[in-house]
């Protein structure tokens, strides 16, 4: 949300030096007889650090995925992280890989791990590639939203998920039924936009293309869009922009 702002860098400064602090009592590798909860944070933690640039988290990560590559070895706790940031410091190439990889995925988790790896690109033509490929039929309907907000998530690609979903809800209602809970999902991820004029155009097309089901997840996510827009006034404000 924050990271076109000017005063970014100052919070990225701050968080690489809180989330260093939590990694240097983790480590990389799970101990024995450690809490069942650090393995979650280990991985949120190592994934926060690689967006953020940290080049001894970053280097890592691409050691073990290319491990993996060739033994296919690699700690499951650790996966969505490795596969996330190998992607966020990726080309068109590691792309390729990872298709590759979530066609050869002998499990729906390990599928839904490479379709939320494959948003995290930072390259537009490569997310334009992911938004291409989740619409295909290699990718379960179930699964369908996972990429989405993953992608909405990401400040590389956020700017693509709405046009996307304009251009394709006759497909996504189609592809999913009227009622399904997944396409109140598909709606829900544009929440994390920042603007009022996101607001208004968001729920401007949607009077226009009502769905039946979706009334409630529609005001809820008008609601967080005030939300960010407030908390984005604010941060603005207290960092004198």
Same mark, same amino acid.
């Given at each position: 949300?924050?990271?076109?702002? $000017?005063?970014?860098?100052?919070?990225?400064?701050?968080?690489?030096?809180?989330?260093?602090?939590?990694?240097?009592?983790?480590?990389?590798? !799970?101990?024995?007889? $450690?809490? +069942?909860?650090?393995?979650?944070?280990?991985?949120?933690?190592? &994934?926060?650090?690689?967006?953020?640039?940290?080049? #001894?988290?970053?280097?890592?990560?691409?050691?073990?995925? =290319?491990?993996?590559?060739?033994?296919?070895?690699?700690?499951?706790?650790?996966?969505?992280?490795?596969?996330?940031?190998?992607?966020?410091?990726?080309? =068109?190439?590691? *792309?390729?890989?990872?298709?590759?990889?979530? &066609?050869?995925? /002998?499990?729906?988790? #390990?599928?839904?791990?490479?379709?939320?790896?494959?948003?995290?690109?930072?390259?537009?033509?490569?997310?334009?590639?992911?938004?291409?490929?989740?619409? !295909?039929?290699?990718?379960? =309907?179930?699964?369908?939203?996972?990429?989405?907000?993953?992608?909405?998530?990401?400040?590389?690609?956020?700017?693509?998920?709405? +046009?996307?979903?304009?251009?394709?809800?006759?497909?996504?209602?189609?592809?999913?039924?009227?009622?399904?809970?997944?396409?109140?999902?598909?709606?829900? !991820?544009?929440?994390?936009?920042?603007?009022?004029?996101?607001?208004? $155009?968001?729920?401007?097309?949607?009077?226009? *293309? *009502?769905?039946?089901?979706?009334?409630?997840?529609?005001?809820? !996510?008008? $609601?967080?869009? &005030?939300?960010?827009?407030?908390?984005?006034?604010?941060? &603005?404000?207290?960092?004198? /922009?």
């Amino acid at each position: 949300m924050l990271k076109d702002e $000017e005063f970014w860098d100052e919070i990225k400064e701050f968080n690489q030096y809180f989330m260093r602090i939590i990694f240097q009592k983790l480590g990389w590798d !799970s101990i024995k007889g $450690e809490k +069942p909860t650090y393995a979650l944070l280990r991985n949120s933690v190592i &994934r926060s650090l690689g967006k953020l640039e940290d080049k #001894e988290i970053i280097d890592e990560a691409r050691c073990r995925f =290319s491990s993996f590559l060739k033994t296919g070895i690699l700690n499951p706790d650790l996966r969505s992280a490795i596969y996330s940031i190998v992607a966020w410091t990726g080309d =068109s190439k590691t *792309h390729q890989q990872l298709v590759n990889l979530y &066609r050869r995925a /002998q499990t729906q988790e #390990e599928k839904v791990r490479f379709l939320g790896a494959l948003a995290n690109f930072k390259d537009e033509k490569l997310l334009r590639k992911t938004l291409a490929f989740t619409l !295909s039929k290699e990718v379960r =309907s179930q699964n369908l939203f996972v990429p989405v907000s993953k992608m909405i998530a990401n400040p590389h690609g956020k700017d693509l998920v709405w +046009p996307w979903i304009k251009k394709n809800w006759k497909v996504l209602v189609k592809r999913f039924g009227v009622g399904n809970p997944l396409l109140n999902k598909i709606i829900g !991820s544009v929440s994390v936009m920042t603007e009022m004029r996101n607001e208004k $155009e968001v729920r401007l097309y949607f009077s226009k *293309h *009502h769905v039946p089901g979706t009334e409630m997840k529609l005001a809820q !996510s008008m $609601e967080r869009i &005030r939300i960010n827009s407030k908390f984005l006034h604010n941060a &603005r404000s207290e960092f004198g /922009q």
